[in-house]
């Protein structure tokens, strides 16, 4: 079945510095693939998406590429900031081909702590 | 609404009780899904929505778990018999149809003592 395989956390990082965050995935079709962001005592909100192979999806600062030839999909920013802290999903959108709809599969997540 | 809203935000029950969560989505949405957040791992699958109906419940772990939707509206998802290892947090997410961007709500964080 569809998963989604993400680095282990936490990633300790000073401000400033480069982040990458690895992400792969296994899919049965042409998935579309998302990072989400859960700020501490916030719920999951989207940062980013691509739809399709070599799209690039960036927001905040925020970019990933969707590599189909090597199934992945990291996430970088050049220079993360405290604000940054927070824990970060990778997830893909399959399409259920029987039910006609979406099924959104989760990694485990990335703890992120910027330090001044 | 504005987002989705979850309700309560924190729930302690005695293991045994039942307990129910409460999601509403954002007005319009069709689709709705039910996720759980285990300490320190990702997110689960339970159950989604499609207006009233449920195509896909391959995620609830038993049967002591259920959820139905009213109205194309308000979810609630009802945990029979609590047990120590369903504490968690409860996600509720919708998206215009199933096809678009998940908004998630805050969650209901679920402590079975």
């Known amino acids: 079945g569809d998963s989604v395989t993400q680095m282990e956390g936490p990633v300790t990082l000073s401000e400033e510095a480069f982040l990458t965050i690895n992400c792969t995935y296994t899919a049965t079709g042409y998935p579309s693939l998302f990072w989400y962001v859960q700020y501490p005592g916030e719920g999951l909100q989207l940062l980013l998406k691509a739809t399709k192979a070599d799209d690039k999806g960036s927001n905040k600062g925020f970019e990933a590429t969707y590599r189909k030839e090597t199934t992945s999909f990291h996430l970088e920013k050049g220079s993360v900031q405290v604000s940054d802290s927070a824990v970060y999903f990778c997830?893909?959108?399959?399409?259920?081909?029987?039910?006609?709809?979406?099924?959104?599969?989760f990694g485990a997540g990335t703890r992120l702590a910027v330090h001044p | 609404g504005a987002g989705v809203s979850q309700s309560p935000s924190n729930k302690v029950t005695e293991k045994g009780k039942d307990v129910e969560l409460r999601c509403d989505p954002i007005s319009g949405h069709t689709a709705l899904y039910w996720y759980r957040q285990r300490l320190g791992q990702g997110l689960e699958f339970l159950i989604y929505f499609q207006g009233n109906s449920a195509p896909d419940k391959s995620g609830l772990p038993s049967d002591r778990f259920s959820a139905e939707r009213t109205g194309e509206s308000v979810s609630t998802l009802t945990i029979q018999r609590t047990q120590q290892e369903d504490s968690a947090v409860y996600l509720c997410a919708s998206s215009l149809d199933g096809n678009t961007e998940a908004f998630f709500g805050q969650g209901t964080r679920l402590t079975v003592v």
């Open positions: 997830a893909l959108s399959d399409l259920v081909f029987s039910g006609g709809y979406n099924k959104l599969i």
